[in-house]
């Protein structure tokens, strides 16, 4: 079974840019997690998407955004790019009776020159 | 609100010694926790969770952790550790009891392990 796949790998913009982050969860996943693992920040709840919705957020600006699509696979949209946005970007998904496990995918590494 | 503390920042032991991770959670419910292990430049893999059934959780790669809320802990063990356990790991809480099922991470904790 293949697991939570992400793209791209990397990831580099430039300062006020707009960046598209992509992931597909595990086949019969219906729910999306976002987390950002910053240098010295730690590992940071973004945004939890089920059934095409938004859900939940963590504390980030609106310029932070995503959607859901029908095939539960989702997007990451970080708008107005800042130098602290660098970071590894993690997504996971979870279903069903473990729909309180999240499993993660590899990440994308953004960096904002 | 639920947090995570994970004493230690770095852990060093030698190969074939005891590991353990400490790991100390705050929730105003019963609390599901979960311990994860992330390899340089790679995503998260589950190692264990508890779920409210038994207090003792056998994970992957002989890792186990045993829940106690008397003293709000869940600690990380193996018996013997092994150089391809040199890697980061991270304690999270998630809380059910307020339908967020957002984790919430500790700091983590970066284990060496020395020949």
């Known amino acids: 079974e293949a697991g939570v796949t992400q793209s791209p790998t990397h990831l580099i913009k430039t300062r006020g840019q707009q960046a598209t982050l992509r992931c597909s969860p595990i086949?019969?996943?219906?729910?999306v997690y976002w987390y950002q693992q910053a240098l010295g920040l730690g590992l940071q709840f973004l945004l939890w998407?089920?059934?095409?919705?938004?859900?939940n957020r963590g504390n980030f600006p609106p310029r932070f955004s995503g959607r859901q699509f029908p095939n539960y696979s989702s997007e990451l949209n970080v708008n107005a790019l800042e130098l602290e946005d660098s970071a590894l970007y993690l997504c996971?998904?979870?279903?069903?009776?473990?729909?309180?496990?999240?499993?993660f995918g590899p990440g994308t590494r953004l960096t904002v020159l | 609100a639920q947090s995570v503390t994970q004493l230690g920042s770095h852990v060093s032991v030698s190969e074939g010694a005891l590991v353990l991770l400490r790991c100390n959670y705050s929730s105003s419910v019963p609390p599901y926790l979960f311990w994860y292990v992330q390899y340089p430049n790679q995503g998260l893999q589950l190692l264990l969770k508890y779920t409210s059934a038994a207090t003792l959780v056998k994970g992957i790669n002989g890792f186990e952790a045993e829940f106690k809320k008397s003293e709000t802990s869940f600690h990380l063990t193996k018996p013997s550790a092994h150089m391809s356990d040199a890697a980061e790991y991270f304690c999270a809480v998630s809380d059910p009891g307020t339908g967020r099922r957002a984790l919430t991470f500790g700091s983590g904790t970066r284990l060496q392990v020395q020949p």
């Open positions: 998407y089920d059934e095409g919705e938004e859900r």
């Open positions: 996971a998904s979870s279903a069903g009776q473990e729909i309180d496990t999240q499993y």
């Open positions: 086949s019969g996943h219906t729910s």
